[in-house]
């Protein structure tokens, strides 16, 4: 295998990652109208899940077959990537969307990228800034603004999924960033979502769910609710733009930039989805919750840029 480090191209990195989170932004919203339709989130992660495995095997059958190749000190690796950092930080994260304003759900996600720092310093030794604990008191104290703590009328379950997917997308960027190192973006992909279609496969046959008419109908919700898709036209575009594409397109940042990098930018997802879930669903945000939201962010930043690097 190519140790890829030294061909790292940033400029690529950067426009991968900001398309990634204005996808990703998109299918926040996405997510929370099919899942109003009654399909579970287990079986909307199954069919992601398989959905991008297959889209990334026939693409490497096609222009890189050799990029199968496995080395067996690789599989630990992708087997903890692909239940943790994949199957369950989706499963988490549509549930945290279904349950909770789309806004506070992804800032209360986000906070994974200042514990990324967090976990260098305790795994992998790192030195940090002093602006790192600033930034987590930032990010902590703008969530309790945004929350309204202090007169809460927010889902504590759906909070509690959003701390989940936080702690999935801690291990998603720190992961990646090391899956990556000797290995291309379309074969990560095609194995971290094999796995987790795998394991997401195992679960279902152990409790199976009701299945789906995938003809049926749905209305596209909130100011396009006067528009109606069927299922499966629902399913394709999550399939390929609300997980194929955008993931393919982190991959490729991860493989081009740092974990810290990649995850800096990508809290421009928070903004993405936020605005897409006010013209699309009708979500407001307060003054003061938006003000929340951008403390939030100021902290991510300043936690996250907190790593030296050696």
């Known amino acids: 295998m190519v140790n890829r480090v030294a061909q790292r191209r940033p400029g690529v990195g950067a426009t ?20 109003s339709t009654g399909i579970s989130t287990e079986q909307l992660v199954l069919f992601r899940t398989v959905f991008t495995a297959v889209l990334a095997g026939i693409t490497l059958l096609i222009t890189n077959r050799k990029a199968f190749k496995m080395e067996l000190k690789e599989i630990p690796l992708f087997v903890f990537y692909g239940i943790f950092g994949i199957g369950l930080m989706q499963w988490t994260y549509s549930n945290a969307v279904n ?10 996600e986000y ?8 976990v260098g310093i305790f795994l992998f030794k790192e030195r940090v800034l002093p602006r790192l604990w600033l930034g987590i008191a930032l990010v902590l104290g703008g969530l309790a603004v945004v929350s309204n703590i202090w007169n809460s009328n927010l889902d504590p379950i759906g909070v509690l999924w959003a701390v989940g997917a936080a702690i999935c997308v801690t ?14 973006a379309m074969s990560t992909l095609f194995y971290s979502f ?14 199976p769910a009701p299945a789906v008419d995938i003809n049926e109908v749905f209305s596209l919700c909130g100011n396009l609710g006067s528009f109606s898709w069927p299922f499966w036209a629902g399913l394709l575009w999550i399939g390929i733009m609300g997980s194929f594409v955008p993931m393919l397109l982190d991959y490729i940042a991860l493989g081009n930039l740092s974990a810290t990098a990649v995850g800096v930018i990508a809290t421009a997802e928070t903004v993405f989805a936020t605005v897409f879930a006010w013209a699309w669903l009708g979500e407001d945000m307060s003054t003061l919750e938006i003000f929340g939201g951008l ?3 100021t902290g991510i930043v300043l936690a996250e840029t907190s790593r030296k690097r050696t």
Request: aromatic fraction near 8%; charge should be positive.
């Open 16 to 35: 991968a990652v900001s398309f990634a989170a204005l996808l990703f932004g998109l299918n926040a919203s996405s997510v929370k109208v099919i899942l």
């Open 99 to 108: 349950l909770l304003p789309i806004s506070v759900a992804l800032l209360i």
């Open 111 to 118: 906070t994974a990228i200042a514990l990324v720092p967090i």
């Open 171 to 184: 291990i998603y960027f720190i992961t990646g960033e090391h899956t990556q190192r000797n290995r291309d």
């Open 194 to 207: 094999l796995v987790a279609a795998i394991f997401w496969g195992i679960i279902n046959l152990i409790n």
């Open 295 to 297: 403390i939030v962010i």
